[in-house]
């Protein structure tokens, strides 16, 4: 897809940038409605210091005596949202705009929870009767494009973003956008353009700059490298422009062939990062341990007649940086399979079976799984049907579901989706956990000891599963795909029942979005480029190595302790 947008990208270069209107937006929205009660005003000022016990304590009381204030049900919502029950937030919010159906912030937060909440349908639909009230507010276009982006409308979606940025020539934000969405849909040079004019507005702008080095194409100078280091002499940067920074140092380097600086810069961005993401290792290593005792050959056999039975979905997983978008491109290339994107549902159906059950039964997950009969499986399998239905576009008997994370959740998607296929993506043990530790995931980022013990884990947990669903679950190997595309594919498409097609071959030549960090790589044919890169970073790695332990060594087999 070539949009006719270079035009005015350019154009926008020449003008002065104006007022910020999302900020102007964001006030007006705010005046729309002010708190009268000189109690409310007071937890309000709780809510701002983030003395959120005090708060929750106080507008429980206030309900009691006045349980239809929606402004109090409004502040509840905010309360609930900060302690991390976002369910319940979403249903004080529905409730307030029961009471309130004017209160146009309160629905902006509800929209915006929803989507969160992955509710597409029920987001779009609160986003569009706040623009049918105002409908150049900026701030409801900007939700409606991430909206659309969310269910695979990612035409619609670029368009909006293209008319923010231009209409905000000088707000970094709407250009980071704009290039993320120009270059989901493949228009590489507009997005680096639109990337550009976003260190223009922002020259400390982090996801600008990553943005472009995640590109995996763009080549920088030394003029670029001196502008980042410049800005990370600044005191004044945000936490998170100064994390993107470093990630971009790092692949600027690398390009360079610099590897010592390479891993410099990635390790302090990795460093960064870790001190803001709450990880439990042992928590995490338990889980195999639980799902091994879940998912016995007697549960397994108990449940053998439940879920639904449609075929459609085939989920690909794996832990990151594995080959999975290119099997997704591959597979999306057949005729019979549309690709979609890395969809939340299965995540969510287990985080809700754990926030529902816990208080009541005392029970975590997977365990939770053994106290659903039959038809309860089956009403799960069902919904993830209906669910997905908002990301098909193309009327195809099959789709993918490409969210590596899944993984963790192999048992339940057998129990809900026992026709669905599972395919495992999986790369050699440090050129994945490496390739994990140079990119900026924001949330899943660990020491390489921690990302060498879950690949680890990994390994364990769909070692387990084959044996006790042999046949089950399709194993890709990223380095024999390289070695030889055809025989590879030609498994992969005789595994899922389908006939082979030359086009799973010619896969860079399908025109589809692309959302992940390898957007890219599987538009261009495969290359062994990347097979043996981790080496040039071995001196430096061997945390990493001796936490993989005989994994690293005994790779592809599965070490025998682990069977």
Not at 126 to 146: I, M, S, T, Y
Not at 162 to 189: D, K, Y
Not at 443 to 468: I, P, Q
Not at 542 to 558: K, Q
Request: a neutral charge.
């Amino acid at each position: 897809m070539k949009p006719p947008l270079r035009p005015a990208l350019a154009a926008a270069g020449t003008e002065s940038a104006t007022a910020d209107s999302f900020a102007v937006a964001s006030a007006r929205l705010r005046a729309q409605r002010s708190l009268r009660r000189p109690r409310l005003q007071k937890i309000a000022s709780d809510l701002r210091n983030n003395r959120l016990e005090r708060a929750e304590t106080e507008l429980a009381e206030h309900l009691a005596r006045h349980p239809e204030d929606p402004d109090a049900i409004c502040m509840m919502a905010q309360v609930a949202t900060r302690f991390g029950r976002p369910e319940e937030a979403a249903s004080l919010l529905a409730r307030c705009l029961e009471l309130a159906p004017d209160f146009a912030s309160a629905r902006f937060t509800y929209a915006k929870l929803l989507l969160r909440l992955h509710r597409y349908g029920a987001a779009f639909g609160e986003v569009d009767r706040l623009l049918a009230g105002d409908g150049h507010n900026p701030l409801f276009l900007q939700l409606k494009a991430a909206i659309l982006g969310a269910i695979g409308e990612d035409g619609r979606a670029l368009a909006i973003f293209g008319e923010l940025a231009v209409e905000n020539p000088g707000r970094a934000e709407s250009w980071v956008r704009f290039g993320h969405a120009l270059r989901t849909m493949g228009v590489q040079e507009t997005s680096i353009a639109a990337y550009r004019k976003a260190i223009e507005a922002n020259p400390s702008s982090g996801s600008a700059w990553w943005g472009l080095a995640n590109l995996k194409t763009v080549r920088f100078g030394e003029a670029d490298i001196g502008a980042v280091k410049q800005q990370l002499k600044r005191p004044d940067i945000a936490a998170e422009d100064r994390i993107n920074l470093l990630f971009f140092l790092g692949k600027a380097h690398e390009d360079l062939g610099d590897y010592a600086r390479a891993y410099e810069h990635y390790a302090k961005a990795n460093a960064a990062r870790r001190l803001r993401i709450d990880y439990d290792w042992d928590e995490f290593a338990s889980q195999v341990a639980a799902h091994k005792a879940v998912f016995t050959p007697e549960f397994l056999r108990s449940r053998s007649e439940a879920g639904s039975k449609a075929p459609d979905p085939i989920f690909v997983l794996g832990r990151p940086r594995s080959g999975s978008t290119l099997i997704e491109q591959i597979l999306s290339s057949h005729p019979a399979i549309e690709g979609t994107a890395e969809l939340p549902y299965i995540a969510d159906f287990a985080r809700r079976l754990l926030e529902r059950e816990r208080p009541a039964r005392g029970t975590c997950y997977p365990q939770i799984l053994e106290k659903l009969e039959s038809a309860a499986l089956a009403a799960l399998g069902e919904e993830y049907l209906e669910r997905t239905k908002a990301h098909r576009k193309l009327d195809r008997p099959f789709f993918i579901d490409k969210s590596p994370a899944n993984y963790h959740h192999a048992g339940m998607i057998h129990l809900i989706l026992p026709n669905a296929k599972i395919i495992d993506a999986r790369r050699h043990p440090a050129a994945c956990c490496l390739s994990m530790f140079k990119h900026n995931y924001t949330d899943t980022n660990l020491r390489l000891t921690e990302l060498g013990r879950v690949y680890r884990d990994y390994v364990e947990l769909m070692a387990y599963f084959d044996g006790v669903l042999p046949g089950r679950i399709h194993r890709v190997i990223y380095e024999e795909l390289v070695a030889d595309p055809e025989a590879e594919i030609r498994k992969l498409v005789a595994y899922l029942g389908l006939p082979f097609e030359d086009s799973c071959l010619r896969f860079y030549e399908t025109e589809r979005p692309v959302r992940t960090p390898s957007s890219e790589q599987v538009r261009r044919p495969i290359s062994g480029q990347a097979v043996d890169h981790w080496r040039n970073f071995e001196p430096w790695l061997a945390p990493l190595i001796d936490s993989l332990g005989s994994v690293f060594t005994a790779y592809p087999r599965v070490p025998e302790e682990l069977l």
